[in-house]
């Protein structure tokens, strides 16, 4: 094969020229060189003649006499697969559905940049090798042109048309007949914007004249053709670059999401399929053959997405910006991983010894830095208090499962002694953690869906059994494997740790992956899809509301009466005048007691419909009434008194109780991946013959993910600073001190400029403030009289003139704490702009 250097020399300028003109354009754009009108005209020019032409030239100059079909048809069902993958998922996590949107993301998710990008760098690896490797993309291209994009582009006019219809709805006397010629016209016109879209036209027009010229275009045609498409690929950058100015601010927090799972899918996913199904297909006539043809669909599958996209989001209006901003970013995400491809694919010295040395090395030094991230992260949730609440104390057994691998591999390469109790000892650790894991990551995912569909007393009757399941499994495989396959092992400095057992363990890591993921990956949907249709019937809850309030105006009370008769207020007409045995009044009257029951209005507004990630009890609808209902409630009485002390839940900023679900999800996202590429490589390792330099990058890339996860987290959970400073300070003053107490400077010691505001706030205003805002609360048995919250004091100061802002407000009430006028009720905290619950000194 071609040497490594000179794949390098070769695949540096490909890349460089694809990033100079992104950024011309961009530049161009931001200086504005170019107009909006003008980059339009840019865009009708090539997608109405350079890439009408280049398509055209690419398919009736193909000779299709010496072609391997089977690699082909390979490449067809993986991309089919991922195509229709994502179509599928994009209708079910969407609401509404858009048929559009569904249409762009599966085209991007399979339509790699093969003539602009792909072709020079195909060519400079292989032209020694397998030349011929370079027309495939030829071939290759029009799988998704032809085949895949119609499908995509039917979407996208289907969604166009019910975006039309939608605006121009019909009467409510419209006939069935003229709805169905509604239909019809419909049909119709989606069929001619198909047929007459340039690129569809060229493509049947393209493999048709293969077949009129015999893959020899006359000169003429071929002359004009040629000029214009060599002009697709500097314009279609060019234009890309131009399209990005304004937009790159746009991907952050939330909105990097989505962008990132479509990277991730076009960059990780595709090539991992393909790879497997030219694997399983057998294209080639021996095992290396067919080793260097999977290689090679990998590599394929590393190529980011064509500009193409891009004109047809442009084309349609659907998420321009989106596109344009996520493919340059996929652009660059993929030059790396396209370079270490290529390195890898030059290898020819593949010796499973020097492999596994090297990988255990680097599985060595990521384990130490995840081993680190693990107990960052446990501290931040103990000093932050999220260790105890759910979804966190989920999270925490998976950090905890995730410390257990790093530790594992750790002792994996640290003992010398291999063999005996020593050996079964760090087997046991290891395969404990890695499995426990995975299946803590799908429990994660369940637990998501359950606080939204169902409530907290729900996940918190599941957590033993999430328990037992996720040590309990994971430890029993373990064991099995030592009594069970010890003899017929494979030597432990010949192979993989994870595949330490050869087939077997790779069979039971596929089973569990793959349940795993399938798990994850449903429960993510169906917890989009109700956090969607909560969002949706926010405001059915809102009117209810409204009506019930309005009702309550004009419709007596229903209660019972003095001699145990239900009342005339009583909203069921069937218990009107009949006996009442429940002293209270709204508890028995109002009940239905026929098979239509009236639903509390509690229940209808917290239900799964409305938002049950605000309810702490079940929904009476799933069954969870009279005793079990109080079941429930001491359930939840007892959970919020372990994770709460006696004042914060009336003290600590609602954000300190948010069970962060956005980034729960973006870490089942990160983690799917993860067990992506295991189970990827898993089944790899179960059907490989021959081991390939792909393989190995493939292995690095599984030890980065799987003992990497706590550097995920880490980055998703033990990064915010304004989070863990404050309780590392009160952690130290507690440490340092003896107990957790404010430290504050004698007056004498005080400056002239507080004890002025101190004097003048004692004389002129704590009265009034006093009266104005203090007032007693009640916390469990406790009342705490004259308090208010620091929020409240800070408002207040603004609106009698005492403070222009809430920053000079802030500097005002810390003049009054250290000069004793102020303080918090407990003597913990100094003043600060939140819900802390603070008092008057007696003055």
Known sequence: MLHSSAAIENLYPALAQCFAIITCGYFAGRVN?????????????????????????????????????????????????????????????????????????????????????????????????????????????????????????????????????????LNDATSVEDSNKTKCKMFLSVTKSIFLNPVIAMTILGICGNFIFKHEVPSLLAGILDVLSSAFSASALFLLGLRMVGKVHTLRGATLVLPGILIIVKLLVLPLVIREVVSLVHVGSDSTENSDWSTYGFFYGTFPAAPTVFFFATQYNLD????????????????????????????????????????????????????VACVWVIFVFVITKRI???????????????????????????????????????????????????????????????????????????????????????????????????????????????????????????????????????CLILHQRYNRRHLRYLDLANDVGTIFEGASETTPPCNSTQDGVCGSGCGNNNNRGKPCNLPTINEGCCEDTSENQVVDIEDL????????????????????????????????????????????????????????????????????????????LSIWTLVMEKMSGIYIELSFLDASLNFGQSIIVFAIFGTNTKEIALPILHFWKKLWFGANKLNLPAWHELSTETKY???????????????????????????????????????????????????????????????????????????????????????
């Open 388 to 522: 105890t609440r759910i979804p966190h104390r989920i999270t925490t057994y998976l950090i905890l499962s995730q410390l257990l691998s790093c530790l594992g591999a750790i002792l994996w390469n640290v003992l010398n002694q291999k063999e005996g109790w020593f050996g079964y000892l760090q087997f046991a650790i290891f395969t404990t953690g890695v499995y426990s894991s995975r299946i803590w990551t799908s429990f994660l995912g369940i637990v998501l869906l359950l606080l939204q569909s169902r409530s907290l007393c729900y996940v918190l009757k599941l957590q033993p059994l999430f328990i037992f399941i996720g040590w309990g499994l994971p430890i029993i495989l373990s064991v099995l494997f030592l009594l069970l396959d010890k003899e017929h092992s494979v030597a432990y400095d010949k192979r993989n740790p994870n595949f330490i057992y050869g087939a077997s363990q790779a069979v039971v890591a596929v089973s569990l992956l793959f349940s795993c993921f399938i798990m994850t990956v449903g």
């Open 757 to 843: 505001i101190c004097d003048q706030f004692v004389t002129h205003h704590v009265s009034k403030c006093r009266q104005e805002i203090a007032k007693d609360k009640r916390w469990r048995i406790k009342v705490y009289k004259n308090v208010f919250s620091g929020r409240k004091f800070v408002d207040w100061l603004i609106e009698v003139g005492l403070a222009r802002d809430r920053t000079e407000a802030v500097n005002y009430a810390r003049h009054l704490i250290e000069g004793r006028v102020l303080k918090h009720i407990n003597g913990v905290y100094h003043f600060h702009d939140r819900n802390l619950l603070y008092k008057f000194n007696s003055v």
């Open 33 to 169: 060189l170019l107009s909006e009108t003008e980059a339009k005209g840019i865009n009708t020019f090539i997608g109405t003649f350079s890439l009408p032409s280049l398509i055209f030239m690419s398919l009736a100059k193909l000779d299709l006499s010496s072609v391997n079909w089977m690699f082909l048809l390979s490449i067809l069902i993986a991309k089919s697969v991922v195509f229709f993958a994502v179509i599928i998922i994009t209708l079910l996590v969407g609401r509404p559905v858009k048929l559009g949107r569904a249409g762009i993301f599966a085209i991007f998710c399979t339509q790699s940049n093969d003539f602009a990008i792909g072709y020079p760098i195909v060519a400079a690896l292989y032209k020694d090798s397998h030349p011929e490797y370079a027309s495939y993309l030829y071939l290759m291209a029009p799988i998704s042109l032809a085949i895949l994009n119609p499908i995509g582009f039917v979407l996208m006019e289907f969604g166009k048309q019910r975006n039309n219809e939608s605006l121009l709805s």
């Open 320 to 371: 321009v910006d989106l596109i344009a901003s996520t493919m340059v970013a996929c652009t660059f995400i993929s030059a790396p991983l396209m370079f270490v491809s290529a390195k890898m694919i030059t290898l020819t010295n593949t010796d499973p010894a020097d492999y596994i040395s090297k990988l255990d090395g680097f599985t060595f030094d990521v384990s130490i830095g995840g081993l």
């Open 605 to 680: 507004l917290n239900s799964p419909l409305v938002g049950a990630t605000t309810s702490n009890l079940c929904p009476s609808q799933y069954g969870c009434q009279g005793p079990q209902r109080e079941q429930c409630r001491d359930l939840v009485d007892q959970y919020q008194q372990q994770t709460t002390d006696d004042l914060e839940l009336i003290e600590e900023e609602p954000e300190s109780h948010d069970p962060q679900i956005f980034k729960h999800v973006v870490l089942l996202i990160l983690l799917l991946c993860s067990m992506f590429v295991g189970l990827s």
